[in-house]
Nanobody
Framework: QVQLVESGGGLVQPGGSLRLSCAAS????????MGWFRQAPGKEREFVAA????????NYADSVKGRFTISRDNAKNTMYLQMNSLKPEDTAVYYC????????????????WGQGTQVTVSS
């Protein structure tokens, strides 16, 4: 069992930056895939980014490429999402997730989920 806790959300103006963190309750060395998803009001949860165990394989949704950077520090049992050039359409609850396998990284069939952190982009 893995418990995930997100932090770092908040209110930011368009063009601003935020860094989200996802802390795991146990070692993440053996967790093959960790990812970030988001869900806006009235919309389905959508894929944002995913990273492999070594960090050698990274995937991004087209909507965040070039603006968001995913990373993980296995020694600290923590994953991060650096979000730059934020837009109002990035407003959502952001969730971190983990799965044991390396397949279907953009689908929602992850094994573990955090409780979410709100990100609001507004002037």
């Amino acid at each position: 069992q893995v418990q995930l806790v997100e932090s770092g959300g908040g209110l930011v103006q368009p063009g601003g930056s935020l860094r989200l963190s996802c802390a795991a309750s146990r070692s993440i060395f053996s967790i093959n895939t960790m990812g970030w998803f988001r869900q806006a009001p009235g919309k389905e949860r959508e894929f944002v980014a995913a990273i492999s165990r070594s960090g050698g394989s990274i995937n991004y949704a087209d909507s965040v490429k070039g603006r968001f950077t995913i990373s993980r520090d296995n020694a600290k049992n923590t994953m991060y999402l650096q979000m730059n050039s934020l837009k109002p359409e990035d407003t959502a609850v952001y969730y971190c997730a983990a799965k044991w396998v390396t397949s279907r990284v953009q689908s929602v069939d992850y094994d573990y989920w955090g409780q979410g952190t709100q990100v609001t982009v507004s002037s």
